[in-house]
């Protein structure tokens, strides 16, 4: 179909007048790559046909694949925001959408409308966004990663250096980048020197089918809350070498995301959910060339323009791309067991920020690795055969297998278990001993009294004890006990400073 290039102008003229939408009031968005009309409960995403020639959208029927494309690849994440691709027809002189008579002349992604309030990066900036936001986006970004097709015609070494020289060198090319040719070489060095540590690396996550086709754009302002649950939209749809990439890679960009909003707890986690729901602990190994690769990306995005605000967070992020690399945590284990009520992982999460940089330690948790275990969401309940020996056994194990492969790739892992069996508290000690990194372990105490009105007065979370559960513990001979008690009562706050001056005692 030969292409009028005055079509599309008198289509966004049209596309903004009220009668095209039922008389709905109409606000028009122009990005990069479309024009984007919300009208009512909806929005049209129309693709510029003068668009950068990469994307190749110089037809309507390039723009319709593209369309489609776009609402093929975020169905999977949002099938109830994505509604459908409709044509617009050229009909008596004017235009109609949808079905009916006339031409197609181009064609419109329509989604459900949203508020602006419910995306990510307003409700961080406004200081709404929560650990129950996050986590429920972590499960969304891992069964997107879970699903996926394994693409090991993507990512390895060579696509990472691609995903950082190409905003090096768009940004020393850029007229208006705010950043100077010495700090972009600077950069440029360090990221080469940590890709070229961490290449064989992944290649062997290619390898083993960690490069898959994923969402490509994880970042706050693509993540939104619709009918109340964590939703990824905008993934990238023109460009695979782009969207297929490591999944860990993928996730990164919400931890750096968090990290440049000042929400270093969420960033952990995020982190600490995904990584629960992998099992891809081995990664961690990777994440500060990831996390500085991101910030990179988000960078040369808000950098190439002369909006004083915007290039104020171009500089953040390019902060956050340098300062990444620089992380340099020591890997170990810290074990924190107490009875049910006793706030293991309150003060475990507490915790996680003293022991690493960016994200924090990554946090293991028996209750989650059970439920995991067992196929089950970690906030459903599980019945009481669940907690039976042989089950204990396969989740401390599994417990200690993550604890394992953090340490080997350089990162402090903390176990949050109860730890009432002198044998389990021994196999956590043996996993430092073994790999020769320091080992700490905590026992939290408090009155019985006390552990059962916390107990009883709990709300839903991973933890299946009960009443029932504790009355059992209590009963429990733990056996001779080598960790130092630190006392659980009082307020969080109060048991989190006791375990931070416990753990900063064992560590000297």
Not at 93 to 106: A, H, I, R, S
Not at 326 to 355: F, H, M, N, Q, Y
């Amino acid at each position: 179909m030969p292409e009028n290039p005055c079509m599309q102008r008198a289509l966004v003229d049209w596309l903004q007048r009220p009668d095209a939408h039922g008389g709905a009031a109409v606000e028009h968005v122009e990005t990069q790559i479309s024009h984007v009309f919300l009208a009512g409960d909806h929005v049209y995403k129309l693709k510029k046909a003068d668009a950068p020639a990469f994307l190749d959208y110089g037809t309507p029927e390039r723009r319709r694949h593209a369309a489609e494309t776009e609402l093929a690849v975020n169905r999977r994440t949002a099938p109830h925001l994505y509604e459908a691709v409709i044509p617009v027809r050229r009909y008596d002189g004017g235009f109609t959408l949808g079905e009916g008579n006339g031409e197609p002349v181009d064609w419109l992604v329509v989604m459900r409308r949203f508020e602006q309030a419910d995306l990510f990066h307003v409700m961080a900036r406004e200081g709404r966004l929560s650990t129950e936001h996050v986590v429920d986006l972590a499960d969304a970004v891992a069964d997107l990663h879970a699903q996926a097709g394994i693409r090991r015609d993507h990512g390895g070494a060579e696509g990472m250096r691609h995903h950082y020289r190409v905003p090096l060198d768009t940004l020393a090319e850029a007229e208006t980048s705010p950043f100077a040719g010495t700090a972009l070489d600077a950069l440029g060095a360090a990221l080469d020197a940590s890709w070229r540590r961490l290449g064989p690396r992944l290649e062997a996550r290619r390898r083993h089918g960690r490069v898959r086709h994923g969402h490509g754009d994880l970042h706050l302002a693509n993540a939104c809350l619709f009918e109340g649950r964590a939703t990824p939209f905008d993934a990238i749809e023109f460009s695979e070498a782009l969207a297929c990439t490591d999944t860990l890679y993928d996730a990164a960009f919400t931890v750096m995301d968090l990290l440049a909003h000042g929400e270093r707890a969420l960033a952990g986690d995020f982190l600490n959910r995904y990584l629960e729901a992998t099992g891809d602990y081995s990664g961690l190994a990777c994440l500060p060339l990831f996390v500085s690769v991101r910030a990179l990306v988000r960078a040369m995005a808000n950098g190439l323009t002369d909006d004083p605000e915007r290039q104020s967070r171009a500089r953040d992020y390019f902060h956050l791309a340098r300062s990444a690399l620089d992380w340099a945590p020591e890997p170990r284990v810290v074990a924190i067991g107490g009875l049910s009520g006793t706030g293991k992982s309150t003060v475990a999460r507490g915790l996680r920020s003293d022991l690493a940089p960016g994200p924090g330690a990554v946090q293991l948790r028996s209750d989650g690795i059970r439920k995991r275990l067992a196929g089950v969401a970690p906030e459903a309940r599980l019945p009481q055969q669940a907690y039976r020996p042989e089950h204990t056994r396969r989740t401390y194990r599994r417990l200690e297998r993550h604890a394992r492969r953090a340490a080997l790739a350089g990162w402090p892992a903390i176990l949050d278990a109860t730890f009432t069996r002198p044998e389990s508290r021994q196999r956590a000690e043996a996993i430092g001993h073994s790999l020769r990194v320091p080992f700490t372990g905590l026992w939290l105490t408090a009155p019985a009294d006390v552990l059962r009105q916390r107990v009883a007065a709990r709300a839903a979370d991973a933890s299946d004890a009960d009443l029932a559960v504790l009355e059992r513990q209590l009963s429990l001979d733990t056996g001779a006990m080598r960790w130092p008690d630190v006392p659980a009562t009082g307020t969080p706050t109060d048991a989190l400073a006791r375990a931070r001056r416990a753990l900063m005692r064992e560590m000297r």
